[in-house]
């Protein structure tokens, strides 16, 4: 709905459909969103137009974005308490992002670190969606008239970039758009499991959210710790361990007091510490791999889920486009607008052309 027709402020937010849906993400994102659903009008997208800025496999997008979806609803995103979408099923996103590029810092966009990291990555696959990235993001947010935007540490640069277009977009054209602001959930950053970059499913330092049991210690077993504990004896300091940041996002108050008294003391050792956090990860996430599972058994309902959040997302877009197009002077007239007469007098001016050519 639109601002002033609800009590609650909106929240917008997505989720890239490029590859395994990981714990980072969970702790970082899906479940502080879960938390939102009932004070907040909230939105999550599927953002498959962002995905296609990196290499990937088109045959295989399909089935990544349904994936993603029933992740995130397997998660907490439940449909009937939010709205679930797919970025590409509402065209508006893209229309909206040419609009803001004429109101967007060239300058800015270049400062952007994402973009340095991604074309130092991806060194052949430099392309100008990569750059402009920024602008889609601040497009998906500002289409909705979000006013919240629940982000991690290294979305900040992005949502500071969406809210000066924001402003230079109201400045130039009229007051239009809520400037969007951030909202930090209690874990912003995981870091990847050798704990020297974040978690990442690109590159492989990740735990899946759907790992069973087995896999999670696998994983947790030789997960990088405190380096300063070299031998067991070996005191040590929580606060910069990873999996002392992991066990914040899945273990009981007792359980983590447990780990900083244990690893400061050298009370405990490092093997300790993974395996009670491997059990309260599995217990945690138990749930979650339920609910997947009963998803997957229903993909006519995941399907549904996915159409009924584009129409509504459709709606709220179409709207802020109308006003949108009226500001910047692009209210021409298009087919769509056309009368019944009008369709046919269309229809027959080509089909003449046709027989002349």
Not at 156 to 169: N, P
Request: hydrophobic fraction near 35%; charge should be neutral; glycine fraction near 6%.
């Amino acid at each position: 709905m639109t601002k002033g027709t609800h009590a609650k402020k909106t929240v917008f937010s997505g989720i890239q459909p490029t590859g395994v849906v990981h714990i980072g993400n969970y702790l970082g994102a899906l479940r502080n969103w879960a938390d939102m659903l009932d004070d907040y009008d909230c939105i999550f997208c599927v953002v498959d137009l962002h995905a296609m800025t990196t290499p990937y496999d088109p045959a295989a997008m399909p089935e990544s974005v349904r994936e993603t979806l029933m992740v995130n609803m397997a998660a907490g995103l439940d449909p009937e308490r939010c709205t679930l979408f797919v970025q590409s099923h509402v065209r508006a996103h893209a229309e909206l992002t040419w609009i803001l590029g004429t109101c967007a810092s060239y300058g800015e966009l270049l400062r952007m670190t994402q973009f340095k990291d991604k074309t130092s990555r991806y060194p052949e696959n430099v392309n100008c969606g990569l750059f402009t990235y920024p602008i889609l993001m601040a497009a998906d947010i500002l289409l909705y008239k979000a006013e919240v935007v629940p982000v991690g540490e290294d979305q900040t640069q992005h949502l500071e970039f969406a809210r000066e277009v924001c402003r230079s977009f109201n400045g130039r054209f009229g007051e239009t758009f809520p400037e969007p602001q951030p909202k930090f959930g209690p874990v912003t950053r995981v870091m990847g499991l050798e704990n020297k970059a974040k978690m990442s499913k690109s590159l492989g330092n990740h735990i899946p959210l759907l790992a069973e049991p087995e896999e999670i210690w696998s994983l947790l077993r030789t997960a990088a710790t405190d380096p300063a504990r070299v031998r067991r004896t070996d005191p040590g300091t929580p606060e910069i361990c990873n999996i002392h940041t992991i066990h914040l996002g899945f273990s009981s108050e007792e359980d983590i007091l447990w780990c900083e008294e244990g690893c400061r003391s050298a009370g405990i050792g490092c093997v300790d510490c993974k395996k009670r956090l491997a059990g309260n990860m599995s217990a945690s996430l138990a749930p979650v791999r339920e609910r997947y599972k009963q998803y997957a058994a229903e993909p006519d309902y995941v399907h549904d889920v996915m159409l009924h959040g584009a129409k509504q997302c459709e709606q709220r877009a179409e709207r802020t486009m109308h006003e949108v197009r009226k500001k910047t002077g692009c209210t021409t007239k298009s087919n769509r607008y056309l009368s019944p007469k009008g369709i046919q007098l269309f229809r027959s001016e080509n089909s003449k052309q046709t027989r002349e050519n």
